[in-house]
């Protein structure tokens, strides 16, 4: 029956591919993802977008194919072959729309497959830190004359620290007793921190930093490199809309630098990787020192912390609220979550001289 499925959603795209076979790609948590395997290459990425979690989700494809779009003319010197490794390319259906909703009203995107190539859960050297940096970099220089406003808001008021602290607040009012007290020295930590994490968030909003087309998921895992370890390109551009550097250059610091797993309890394992930033940050640099304002300069590190803190903060609030929106896997598992974001942040903070 899926086979079926599959195959007739692929045959509605326009592509020289004929259907031979399909198999389930287990990245991402949201949607559904099948590689469809053609008689000759190349193959193609076949999504379907999860609208229960996005409500808008012809915005959001047409955000991403846009993007994509903008880089492929910035690339047009390459050959179709190289520009195609470079930067994701979608085809259309046959009907010339850049999405397909069926029956069911499932919404399926289609891209054309980047073989040859790797990515990483998480880094393991400096090079790959490097190159992790150097490719964000690079897509948001080829994206910097985009003009954001014209993205949908796929998420709204996703890095939004104000609407953060109303959920927390709003947590705290039903939580009971018992994860109150458990809670208790994180509750605190997020009050002493609360004028610190507004920075940045000021600063946007006066202005004072300038709002940017962004990709809004920079974990590691969403950068594509070849067998050499040198990066091709950004992948998983479900959540691409306006924001700003900072955003993208601390929530990839966030999760590469941390050297345990979110979730790992022993916090004496959860330290800051000085060696990991420096080699990321080298590489974002590297493409986006020109086109970066003396204040967004000034404030990256500060971005690191801030995104940590967030990820704490949304963890805290979803162990008060009685776990509701993250998959937990036993009572305390988000307040673990929470802990760990917060001890990463007391080492970075110990760190802060060396950046």
């Known amino acids: 029956m899926i086979v079926e499925k599959i195959k007739n959603t692929f045959e509605q795209f326009q592509h020289n591919g004929e259907f031979q076979s399909f198999k389930e790609l287990a990245s991402g948590h949201i949607n559904d993802t099948y590689l469809v395997i053609t008689k000759d290459k190349p193959y193609f990425v076949l999504q379907r977008i999860n609208h229960g979690v996005f409500k808008d989700v012809p915005g959001l494809i047409e955000n991403k194919v846009a993007v994509s779009n903008h880089i492929q003319e910035k690339l047009k010197d390459l050959s179709s072959k190289k520009r195609k490794r470079r930067v994701l390319t979608f085809a259309k259906t046959k009907t010339g729309s ?31 830190a490097y190159e992790g940096g150097r490719l964000l970099g690079k897509f948001l220089t080829l994206t910097s004359d985009f003009d954001p406003s014209k993205l949908v808001e796929v998420i709204p008021k996703f890095h ?20 109150l007290e458990k809670a208790k020295k994180y509750i605190k930590l997020v009050e002493d921190l609360k004028e610190e994490m507004h920075v940045i968030q000021k600063l946007k909003e006066s202005g004072e930093i300038k709002l940017r087309v962004t990709h809004n998921d920079t974990k590691i895992s969403n950068a594509l490199f070849n067998k050499k370890n ?28 941390n050297t345990a797993a979110e979730d790992e309890t022993n916090l004496e394992l959860v330290t800051f990787n000085m060696d990991y930033y420096n080699a990321y940050k080298k590489g974002f640099l590297k493409q986006m020192k020109a086109s970066l304002s003396a204040i967004e300069l000034r404030y990256l590190p500060l971005s690191a912390k801030t995104m940590m803190f967030i990820m704490g903060l949304r963890f805290l609030t979803d162990y008060l609220n009685n776990d509701i929106y993250y998959k937990t896997k036993y009572p305390e598992h988000n ?21």
């Open 98 to 128: 850049s999405y397909l909703k069926d029956d069911g009203g499932n919404f399926w995107n289609l891209m054309y497959f980047i073989d040859n190539s790797v990515t990483h859960e998480i880094v393991t050297n400096k090079e790959i």
């Open 160 to 179: 939004d620290m104000s609407f953060r602290y109303e959920q927390f607040n709003d947590a705290l009012k039903i939580a009971s007793s018992e994860r």
């Open 230 to 257: 040198k990066g091709l390109c950004l992948i998983d551009t479900d959540t691409v809309m306006s924001g700003i550097v900072h955003y993208d250059f601390g929530d990839a610091i966030r999760t590469i630098c």
């Open 335 to 355: 307040l673990d979550r929470a802990k760990n974001q917060f001890k990463l942040i007391q080492s970075f903070t110990e760190k802060t001289e060396q950046l």
